[in-house]
Structures are given as C-alpha cells and as structure tokens.
C-alpha cells in the first residue's frame, strides 16, 4: 500500500511555485498577489485563511488579508468585491466561505470577475471547467488531480466512484475524472445520500473519492482488493487530550480501508494541504493570464 503524501506534493508544488516567483522578480516584475476576504469570527475559517495568507508570503506573493465584522451587509461585501474586481493591483481573490445567514453566498461568488475567481466557484469557471476550457478549477478536486497526476495514478478506463455532489468537491470531481484528459478518462459513477446499494457500487470501484463529512463513513468491507482510496472528509471531533480540543477525522474507517488498498490518502495529510496549494496555482495562473505570461 503507497500513503499517498498530500503534505509533502504541497511542499514541492510551493517550491515550485517559488521559484517561478523568484524568475519573476528577476525580470523585474511584481509577484503575484492574492486578496482573502473573511467576515466574522468563525474557528475553522479564520485558520484557513491565515493558512493561505502565510503559505502566500512562504513563496514570495503578496497577500492582503481583509477582514469585516459579522454585522457586514450583502450590500457593502458586494461593494468591496466590486473594488477588488477593478483593482489592477491584485490578480485573484477569494471571500472565505461560509458567510453569516443573511448574506447570500451566491449572490457573492456571481459578483466575482470570473478572471479573478482563483477559488473556481463562479458558474463561468464551471461550465467552462465542465466543457475542458481554460478556466479555475476549485482548490480541493484541482489538488486531487495533482495528487493522482503526481503519484502516476491510472485513471484512464477505470471505475471511479465519487461519494457526494456537493458544488465544491463532489460534483466538479465526477466531470474531471470523466474527461477526455490525463488524469480523466475514468468512468464515473457519483453517488450521494439517496444512492441505493452504496456499499454494491463501491465494491466495483477502482477509485473511491469519498466527500461526504462522516467520520469512518467508508468501511472495508465496501472496498476491493487493491482499490485506490482519496478521502476528502475533514470532520472536526471533540478531543480533549490536543490543545486545540478537538481533531480532525476522515469519511475512510483508514486502519481496516488501507489493508486493501494499493493507494489511499490520510486525514490528516492527504487532499487537506493540497488546498492550498491549488489556491496558489490558481493565482499564478490568473497573473500569468493578465500579463500574458506563458
Ligand atoms: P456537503 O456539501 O455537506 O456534501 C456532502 C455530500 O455527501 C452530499 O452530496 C450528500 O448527499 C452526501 N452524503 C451525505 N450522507 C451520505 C450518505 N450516507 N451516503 C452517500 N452520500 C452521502 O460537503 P462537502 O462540502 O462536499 O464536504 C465533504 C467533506 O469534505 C466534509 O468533511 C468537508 O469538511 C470536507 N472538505 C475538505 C476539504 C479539504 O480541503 N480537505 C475541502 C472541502 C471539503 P446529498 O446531496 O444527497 O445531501
């Protein structure tokens, strides 16, 4: 069985990154700069977006954090992505998701410049994403492909299984598997919550991508001999004995899963780092197409 080491291809994706920003700044031009929204005081996002603002300035872009209390209206969040839409000076940015009830989180990704949407949530980057366009592919399924790119995954002609349809992960996962390119090329099957015989389906599967948010949801015995096993679940458990109180587990029951498997990726370490890493391709991406850089 082969752990599939998510911490690790972030850190050599950073560093290439890096150096690319390091070419840039040689030939005299600004790095890249990614904005990050945040609104309210939630745990988990204020740690994700600190995570992204610091893995930023690791490899030399430049990073504007900006931040506003809950009390913020629809409207006013809907002026400042508007600013940061026509600002030259930034070439991607992202308002953390979720959003306090009364603001519509649609009505927020709609309003971001589609050429600056380095999360890949506006409808424009995914239908353009579903018909194999240029365009952003949201951080978490992107940071999947590279990691079945990178450890020489096959994907073509296989049965690949997705649990769960959410616009984030599940969904936009099924169509980059199913299309004609490399990895892709897989059969897909996505399954969700009214999906009858789950456990049936899983065991054809030659790769099971399992984004459902239940701890220990995939058991061994809805896994084949040799499958290849992506998890994706971060759910945060209650666990006195860390400082942080609690921890973060899986959707794969991952001490009886990885028996089976030929590769299967851990929670923490496996898709988990490889989010931001996409975030930050993503923003070299959109600089390079704003300054028509190969
Ligand atoms: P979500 O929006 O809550 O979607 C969950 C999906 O799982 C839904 O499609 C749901 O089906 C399906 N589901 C729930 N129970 C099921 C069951 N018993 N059998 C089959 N399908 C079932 O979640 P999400 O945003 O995709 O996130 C999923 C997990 O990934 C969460 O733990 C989240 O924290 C994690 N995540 C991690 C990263 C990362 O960077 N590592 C990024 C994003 C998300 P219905 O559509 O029928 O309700």
Same mark, same amino acid.
């Given at each position: 069985m082969v752990l599939i ?84 000076? &930034?070439? +991607? ?5 979720? @959003?306090?009830?009364?603001? %519509?989180?649609? #009505?927020? *990704?709609?309003? $971001? ?40 995954i ?13 616009? &984030?992960? +599940? ?5 980059? @598997?199913?299309?004609?390119? %490399?990895?892709? #090329?897989? *059969?897909?099957? $996505? ?14 599967a030659d790769i099971i ?9 995939l058991?061994a015995?809805?896994v084949k001999e040799n499958a290849v096993v992506i998890d ?20 794969v029951d991952f001490?009886n899963v990885s028996a089976k498997c030929s590769y299967i990726s851990p ?28």
């Amino acid at each position: 069985m082969v752990l599939i080491d998510g911490k690790q291809t972030a850190a050599d994706i950073k560093e290439e990154l890096k150096q690319e920003v390091d070419s840039l700044k040689n030939n005299g031009r600004r790095p890249p700069h990614l904005a990050a929204v945040l609104v309210g005081n939630d745990g988990g996002s204020v740690t994700y977006v600190n995570a992204k603002v610091k893995a930023c300035q690791k490899i030399g872009f430049e990073s504007t954090l900006i931040r506003f209390d809950d009390s913020i209206s629809e409207l006013e969040l809907l002026e400042k992505v508007e600013e940061l839409n026509k600002d030259n000076s &930034i070439d +991607g940015f992202i308002v953390q998701l979720p @959003l306090p009830k009364h603001i %519509n989180d649609r #009505n927020i *990704t709609l309003a $971001i410049d589609p050429l600056k949407d380095v999360d890949g949530f506006h409808p424009e980057n995914v239908g353009r994403m579903s018909l194999g366009l240029p365009s952003f592919i949201s951080a978490t399924p992107n940071g999947i492909m590279q990691l079945l790119k990178r450890y020489e995954i096959e994907t073509s002609g296989k049965h690949c299984v997705v649990i769960g349809r959410s616009a &984030i992960v +599940g969904t936009p996962m099924s169509i980059l @598997l199913s299309r004609n390119s %490399n990895p892709g #090329n897989a *059969t897909v099957t $996505i399954t969700h919550s009214k999906t009858k015989n789950l456990k049936e389906i899983c065991l054809s599967a030659d790769i099971i991508i399992a984004a459902i948010g239940r701890p220990h949801f995939l058991k061994a015995d809805m896994v084949k001999e040799n499958a290849v096993v992506i998890d994706v679940g971060t759910t945060r458990v209650e666990d006195t004995s860390r400082k942080s109180g609690f921890r973060l587990m899986g959707d794969v029951d991952f001490d009886n899963v990885s028996a089976k498997c030929s590769y299967i990726s851990p929670v923490p370490g496996g898709v988990g780092p490889m989010t931001i890493a996409s975030l930050l391709m993503n923003t070299l991406k959109a600089y390079k197409r704003r300054f028509n850089i190969a």
